[in-house]
């Protein structure tokens, strides 16, 4: 299955447009991302995992005025142990340890670290989260430590995983569903 996900930030004048075709236990994703503010930016990026959503590559190019950077991590260059990326003020990337225990449907918690990048630097820092079901539809995500300890929001969520709200960050606006 195949689809397009719109999200308007809602801390900053912010829109990404995502395209993820799910495999039975993988994704692929492609999506542009633009910003105003302090920092005006357009980032583009592309996410492929493997068997069970660990990432396995995550592409990054983003530029600004008189500046650009890129960055290309592999499953092996994630930090700490890492089974997945955390791309910084994007909403897809929390959609791996969703899926991969089924929060969005089912009962249960998961602690992982990830490798958070940080928008639009591309920094890559190590930190741990605890995703929780709350209920079918929502996902309490939790920031264990780093720069965001004790960070704590309320997901909802579709029948996929895909956020539909991110509290003071992200509003999906728009969605397609191609293929079966």
Known sequence: MERFAVWQGLDEWRLEVVRVRFGEDSLAASGVQFASGERPYRLEYALETGDNYVTRAL?????????SRSLHLTGEDLVDGAL????????LTNLMPIRR????????????????????ELTVHAARQ??????????????LDGEFEGFEADLEVDDEGLIVHYPDLAQRTGELALGA
């Open 130 to 143: 605890r995703y929780t079901h709350v209920r079918p539809g929502l996902v309490r995500f939790r920031s």
């Open 84 to 91: 997945d990326c955390d791309l910084g003020l994007s909403p």
């Open 101 to 120: 225990d089924a929060l969005h449907a089912r009962e249960g918690s998961t602690d992982i670290t990830v490798a958070w990048v940080a928008v639009p």
């Open 59 to 67: 592409t990054i190019e983003v530029e600004g005025k008189g500046w």
